[in-house]
């Protein structure tokens, strides 16, 4: 009788864990994005992965939830890309024109030497916040294959724009519009 | 023989599957896996060297020709023979002897003019790009990462 009882208590446990099993494989395969980019390129528009990386400069870190309630323009760049130097003033031209505006830029620097990244901001006369991301994580976190790419955060902290290579701007400035509009 | 299958023993066998799938979905909000797109790695953007030009001006073709001048003397210099560079689409192509296509090996020895003759003009721009078996010197758009193979810590 108590070998009956516990076969049928096993048959249940097997049951109750191919259950748990297959609606976790199940949520994981309608889940898979492929990273933020592949999401966005999909006309989603993802949670922003947050991060909290060493700033380059040595101050501290830089962490995207204390941008709460902004815009943020994050541009993953690195000083052997030379599409990212040419980008690079485009970019704190767009930042010194928003700024005021409740928009923040943030650029991540990825797989680079710091020396050479510190001399390539100040080269591109830079000013606007740089975090240090030597490992590759935040890169891989948002999906991002090649440099420059940059993204568009809304204050609801939602990826609502991804871009690959060099990005004129003119088209940055419009996607900026755009979401500060919307609030 | 099996048990026979009576309404009970199948309401039971439905309660723990019900568990189960209960369990998986308190442990996919109770670890936030709605929230955050998952890290995966992605294969390389699939960014063919057409893609990858930017236009070029006239200037910078000139400016490209020039550096791709003294990247030919260069090699002739190390007995590799290369054609007068031509213009193409928003590129400046460098190949073989009478038009040949340049070998891998060939590229390799054609890479060290490189150091030689210094960064394509403008430095910061341009790339050198061995396709097709041929030497491409163009503007980029974007810079490959390496692919990733394991997704990080």
Redesign the interface.
């Given at each position: 009788m108590n070998v009956r009882r516990a076969r049928v208590a096993a048959?249940?446990?097997s049951?109750?864990?191919?259950?748990?099993?297959?609606?976790?494989l199940a949520?994981?395969l309608v889940?898979?994005?492929?990273?933020?980019?592949?999401?966005v390129a999909r006309g989603r528009t993802?949670?922003a992965?947050?991060f909290s990386q060493e700033a380059l400069d040595g101050s501290g870190s830089i962490t995207l939830d204390d941008y709460a309630g902004r815009v943020v323009v994050i541009n993953f760049w690195?000083s052997?890309?030379?599409?990212?130097?040419?980008e690079a003033p485009v970019l704190e031209r767009l930042w010194r024109k928003w700024r005021s505006h409740v928009v923040s830029f943030i650029g991540i620097d990825?797989?680079d030497s710091k020396d050479a990244a510190r001399a390539a901001a100040k080269a591109g006369g830079v000013s606007y916040p740089l975090a240090d991301d030597a490992?590759?994580?935040v890169?891989?976190?948002y999906?991002?294959?090649?440099?420059?790419?940059t993204f568009i955060v809304s204050p609801q902290r939602r990826v609502v724009y991804a871009h690959?290579?060099?990005v004129a701007a003119a088209e940055l400035d419009a996607r900026i519009r755009r979401v500060v509009d919307a609030g | 023989m099996g048990r026979p299958v009576t309404v009970a023993r199948v309401l039971?066998?439905a309660a723990?599957?019900?568990?189960?799938?209960a369990?998986?979905?308190v442990?996919?909000v109770s670890l936030g896996?709605?929230?955050?797109?998952?890290?995966?790695?992605?294969?390389?953007?699939k960014?063919s060297l057409r893609e990858?030009k930017?236009p070029l001006s006239q200037a910078d073709l000139a400016a490209a020709a020039a550096w791709a001048r003294r990247f030919r003397s260069c090699a002739a210099a190390r007995n590799l023979i290369l054609t007068e560079p031509t213009i193409g689409e928003n590129e400046v192509v460098i190949t073989g002897p009478a038009g040949q296509r340049i070998t891998a090996a060939q590229s390799q020895k054609a890479f060290a003019c490189g150091v030689k003759v210094g960064d394509p003009p403008p430095s910061?721009?341009?790339?050198l790009l061995a396709s097709d078996r041929q030497l491409h010197l163009y503007?980029?758009?974007?810079?490959?990462?390496?692919a990733?193979e394991e997704?990080?810590?």
């Amino acid at each position: 009788m108590n070998v009956r009882r516990a076969r049928v208590a096993a048959q249940h446990a097997s049951l109750a864990l191919v259950s748990f099993l297959f609606v976790l494989l199940a949520w994981e395969l309608v889940h898979t994005t492929g990273g933020v980019s592949a999401a966005v390129a999909r006309g989603r528009t993802p949670p922003a992965p947050t991060f909290s990386q060493e700033a380059l400069d040595g101050s501290g870190s830089i962490t995207l939830d204390d941008y709460a309630g902004r815009v943020v323009v994050i541009n993953f760049w690195a000083s052997w890309c030379g599409p990212c130097r040419v980008e690079a003033p485009v970019l704190e031209r767009l930042w010194r024109k928003w700024r005021s505006h409740v928009v923040s830029f943030i650029g991540i620097d990825v797989r680079d030497s710091k020396d050479a990244a510190r001399a390539a901001a100040k080269a591109g006369g830079v000013s606007y916040p740089l975090a240090d991301d030597a490992s590759g994580r935040v890169v891989q976190l948002y999906g991002v294959g090649a440099l420059p790419a940059t993204f568009i955060v809304s204050p609801q902290r939602r990826v609502v724009y991804a871009h690959v290579g060099f990005v004129a701007a003119a088209e940055l400035d419009a996607r900026i519009r755009r979401v500060v509009d919307a609030g | 023989m099996g048990r026979p299958v009576t309404v009970a023993r199948v309401l039971r066998l439905a309660a723990s599957s019900a568990a189960g799938a209960a369990a998986a979905l308190v442990a996919i909000v109770s670890l936030g896996w709605s929230a955050t797109p998952q890290a995966t790695p992605l294969p390389r953007p699939k960014l063919s060297l057409r893609e990858n030009k930017r236009p070029l001006s006239q200037a910078d073709l000139a400016a490209a020709a020039a550096w791709a001048r003294r990247f030919r003397s260069c090699a002739a210099a190390r007995n590799l023979i290369l054609t007068e560079p031509t213009i193409g689409e928003n590129e400046v192509v460098i190949t073989g002897p009478a038009g040949q296509r340049i070998t891998a090996a060939q590229s390799q020895k054609a890479f060290a003019c490189g150091v030689k003759v210094g960064d394509p003009p403008p430095s910061l721009t341009f790339a050198l790009l061995a396709s097709d078996r041929q030497l491409h010197l163009y503007k980029p758009r974007a810079c490959l990462l390496p692919a990733v193979e394991e997704p990080p810590a």
